[in-house]
Structures are given as structure tokens and as C-alpha cells.
């Protein structure tokens, strides 16, 4: 089966820009996660859907980052404006159910400059 | 936030050896779950044991929880060079919808 996609896989902005991160879980898999993981650290979760559904978004900073999954099925996670700090890989995750082992796509690598 | 703290930060053995690597955390869970992180690559999910198992097999891994200490162990037996990477230890939160929380990582090194 495919895994998860995500575009871009790199990224490089200036601060105070926007920028748009494009997930596609497994097919069939109804929860879908965006995590940040800065260099050294472990994934901190972003936001969880369950569907097209919010179930945790308590960690996301809602002033500059923004997240939809329509028709609960592809996702985007959007950031405006931009930080320095908001350099990190963006790596989205989906599971069957929540709570089970969680598929990975290979991140998106954002440099804000 | 993050629940789950590995020991040791970073682990260095020789090819052939065990690693064993650890993890405390600190709320009720429902499982905790093992994941693995080449260098500027994914995370790929090893293992995944419920809070009513005690020990858990798949190849050359052993996973081990308790609940009463909240805390876990991953064996890797007869290591190799691919294992290089950092392993990850994640709990699914008893109580909060199964929110998992990923701890920061132990950095295994397999030298030859």
C-alpha cells in the first residue's frame, strides 16, 4: 500500500512569509496528525483530526499556524507569518485509529530565514 | 509537552553487542509504542506493547513495560550497522483520547 505523502519535501523562506505543507495519509486511515521536530528533539504534536474533525490542537499556535483536513481525507498546515523558531521538519503521521502505531511521511524540511 | 524521557541521551556499542535503551513516563497509558529515526529520514513504528502485556518479541527486539515503575525498555540483540539511528518512545495517554507523546529520543551509534 502507498505510505503517507507530503510536499514540499524542502522549504526556505524569509521570515514574515507564508508557507503551506500538503499531507496525503493511507488511504482508509481516519486519523491524521502534523507534528514539529526540531533538530535533536522528539515530534511535538501540532494538531490531531479524527476525520475532518479537531481532536487535539492544544500545542498549535493558533496566531500563525493554521491547519484543515477536508473532506477528512488530505490535509494542509499552514504557517503565516513565519518565525525564525518555526524552523523545524514538518512531518505528518496517520493511524487507523488513534492511539496505534502511527505511519510517517518523510517531512517537510522548512528554513526560515 | 513531552511524557516519555529516554536513557541514555546517546549510546555507543560496538557491532555484534546488545543496546538497551530506556523509557520512564508519567501519566496512566493505554500503550507505549517504539519508533525508530535514521539520520534525515522518517519515523518508522517498531513496536507497539498494551499496558496489560508485560514483554514483547519482533526479531531482534524486546520490549518490556512496567506500569507500576512507568517505565519501558528496548533490547536490541546482536546489533548492526543499520540500526544506527535514534529510537523514540511514545505513549498513547490513558484518559485523553489516546494522545501520544513522543519522549526526545536515545541516539544509538553501532560502530564496526
Known amino acids: 500500500e502507498a505510505g503517507v505523502a507530503q510536499s514540499p519535501r524542502y522549504k526556505i523562506i524569509e521570515k514574515r512569509q507564508s508557507v503551506a505543507f500538503w499531507c496525503n495519509p493511507i488511504?482508509?486511515?481516519?486519523?491524521l496528525y502534523w507534528y514539529q521536530q526540531i533538530l535533536g528533539q522528539g515530534p511535538k504534536l501540532l494538531i490531531q483530526?479524527?476525520?475532518?474533525?479537531?481532536?487535539?490542537d492544544s500545542q498549535l499556535p493558533k496566531d500563525r499556524f493554521s491547519a484543515e483536513r477536508l473532506k477528512g481525507v488530505d490535509s494542509t498546515l499552514k504557517i503565516q507569518p513565519a518565525k525564525l523558531e518555526d524552523s523545524a521538519v514538518y512531518l505528518c503521521?496517520?493511524?487507523?485509529?488513534?492511539?496505534?502505531?502511527?505511519?510517517f511521511g518523510p517531512g517537510t524540511r522548512l528554513t526560515v530565514t | 509537552s513531552q511524557q516519555g524521557e529516554e536513557d541514555p541521551q546517546a549510546l555507543s556499542i560496538q557491532e555484534g553487542e546488545n543496546a538497551t535503551m530506556n523509557c520512564s513516563y508519567k501519566?496512566?497509558?493505554?500503550?507505549l509504542q517504539w519508533y525508530r529515526q535514521n539520520s534525515g529520514r522518517g519515523l518508522v513504528h517498531l513496536i507497539l506493547i498494551r499496558s496489560n502485556e508485560r514483554e514483547k518479541h519482533s526479531g531482534r527486539l524486546r520490549v518490556t513495560l512496567d506500569t507500576s515503575k512507568k517505565s519501558s525498555s528496548l533490547l536490541i540483540t546482536a546489533s548492526r550497522a543499520a540500526d544506527t539511528a535514534s529510537y523514540f518512545c511514545?505513549?498513547?495517554?490513558?484518559?485523553?483520547?489516546?494522545?501520544?507523546?513522543f519522549g526526545k529520543g536515545t541516539r544509538l551509534h553501532i560502530l564496526p
Open positions: 503521521a496517520s493511524s487507523l485509529y488513534p492511539g496505534l502505531e502511527q505511519y
Open positions: 483530526f479524527q476525520n475532518n474533525g479537531v481532536v487535539d
Open positions: 501519566t496512566s497509558i493505554n500503550n
Open positions: 511514545a505513549t498513547a495517554e490513558m484518559n485523553r483520547d489516546d494522545k501520544i507523546i
Open positions: 488511504s482508509g486511515h481516519a486519523t
